[in-house]
């Protein structure tokens, strides 16, 4: 079974929303193992649709639109598929009332304009919404199927994961299961070399890799006749990617960077604190992310100038005209002294030239040094990052936190 999804809205096309119906669900449908070969995007135009549909329904026996359900003349998509079906719009009462009584309830007047909402393809299948007025619907026809959803992204989801989900689950007689791996700390192409072999030779499971700007993962999808059936599959692969990636591995399904470090510091009871220059709170931040973080996190500065360096963590001024303010002797007295201040098991400091300007030859833009203390044992470490200001702020983050997870785990 393979799908196409297509957006309908001349807003889309105009730049004015951005298309995230279709990354959603994109997203759910390889869960669901059902093949997106392609998205399409198209305005508010019966011809231009009708073309495109047929052209979806040559490649795929599922098209999935959203928007155009609406009370007003612009929304065409169930007149568009109607006419591409041959089918007759017809009045659906119990949709009709429906919607009726949502207006009521909402206390707004029901316009005959809204009526047009309660008329579908003939035969069609009607699904409920409960979040607004336009029902979706699916007609079948000649092994095409065709699912449309409204377009507010509040609406289409709860209709998609409600009434779709086990609509299209139907259809099939297999299981998809998938296990998400998280991968920090090594770029995709890094890790595309170790476990390349494994990619390609699996159809079942399969595994995908995807990269975002944090952190790379690996969605392991097998099918099956039932969850154990698919579950056992995945097992081995797994184990395999595990013995290659190791501690690259930071978690799995849906976590984050600081959720693990957040987990592993209160599960250990080590207190920790920040001391900041370029990522100027960033790192706290991100560490206060995690909801149990109280009972461990106690104090994270900012200490941006030289003398705040000086004031708040005892760094010698000395150190920072000899060596500079971006140096491993700063940092290492960022740490030290943070630590001896705020009596915590473990200190992070920062610091680093995030650019754009401000770069040498010896200390170009995106050089950080990071300092860690853990129970009263420091290091230094030095990084250069790539890209702007935001991405060398974003780069210290995730890496400090890396490295931290990397220690924390070894205790
Ligand atoms: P309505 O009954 O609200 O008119 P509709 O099904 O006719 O719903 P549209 O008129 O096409 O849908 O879009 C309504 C709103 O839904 C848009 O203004 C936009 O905010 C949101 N929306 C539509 N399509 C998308 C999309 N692809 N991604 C994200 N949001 C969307
Ligand atoms: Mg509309």
């Known amino acids: ?22 990354q959603f669900l994109a997203k759910e449908l390889a869960i669901l193992g059902i093949g997106v ?21 040559e490649r795929a026996n599922i098209v999935i639109t959203t928007g155009g359900l609406g009370p007003t003349k612009d929304d065409l998509t169930k007149e568009a598929a109607a006419k591409f079906f041959n089918k007759k719009l017809i009045r659906h ?20 304009s809204n009526e ?11 699904l409920k919404n409960n979040n607004g007025t336009a029902p979706g619907c699916i007609i079948e026809e000649n092994n095409k199927i ?34 998400v791996l998280r991968i920090v700390g090594i770029g995709e192409g890094d890790m595309a070399e170790r476990i390349n072999d494994i990619i390609d030779k699996q159809n079942n499971p399969t595994v995908a890799p995807y990269a975002k700007e944090s952190d790379v993962t690996l969605r392991i999808t097998a099918e099956g006749k039932n969850e154990e059936e698919a579950k056992e599959l995945i097992i081995p692969v797994e184990k395999c990617i595990r013995e290659r990636l190791g501690e690259d591995i930071y978690g799995e399904g849906n976590t984050s960077l600081e959720d693990e470090v ?30 149990g973080i109280s009972s461990v996190f106690l104090e994270g500065m900012i200490t ?42 473990i200190g ?61 785990v070894k205790l």
Not at 148 to 176: C, H, Q, T, W
Not at 264 to 287: F, M, N, P, Q, R
Not at 379 to 402: C, P
């Open 37 to 57: 070969f392609r998205h399409t995007a198209i305005g508010d135009n019966e011809e231009r649709f009708t073309k495109a549909l047929g052209e979806a329904f």
């Open 304 to 345: 941006y100038s030289n003398e705040a360096k000086e004031a708040r963590l005892g760094v010698n001024m000395e150190t920072i005209k000899s060596y500079g303010a971006v140096s491993e002797e700063t940092a290492r007295e960022m740490v030290e002294g943070l630590v001896a201040r705020t009596g915590t098991d």
């Open 348 to 408: 992070i400091s920062v610091t680093g030239i995030a650019g754009p300007g401000g770069g040498t030859i010896e200390k170009p833009v995106g050089l950080v040094y990071v300092g860690l203390s853990i129970n009263g044992k420091s290091q230094v470490r030095k990084f250069i990052f790539a890209g702007n200001r935001e991405k060398v702020r974003q780069r210290t983050v995730i890496s400090s936190l890396d490295w931290l997870r990397r220690e924390l």
């Open 262 to 291: 957040g987990k592993l510091l209160v599960d250990k009871k080590l207190t920790i604190s920040t001391a900041e220059s370029c990522t100027g709170g960033l790192l706290a931040g991100k560490l206060i992310n995690y909801p």
């Open 1 to 22: 079974m393979n799908a196409e999804i297509m957006a309908v809205g001349t807003e889309i096309l105009l730049g004015d929303i951005v298309n995230t119906n279709s």
């Open 146 to 179: 065709m699912i449309m959803l409204p377009g507010p992204p509040r609406e289409m989801i709860p209709m998609f994961n409600e009434a779709v989900i086990p609509y299209l689950k139907k259809l099939s007689d297999r299981v998809f299961v998938s296990k």
């Open 116 to 126: 047009k909402q309660a008329d579908f393809p003939e035969g069609s299948i009607i």
């Open 93 to 112: 009462e119990e949709a009709y009332n429906d919607i009726r009584n949502y207006f009521l309830k909402a206390g707004r007047s029901f316009k005959a």
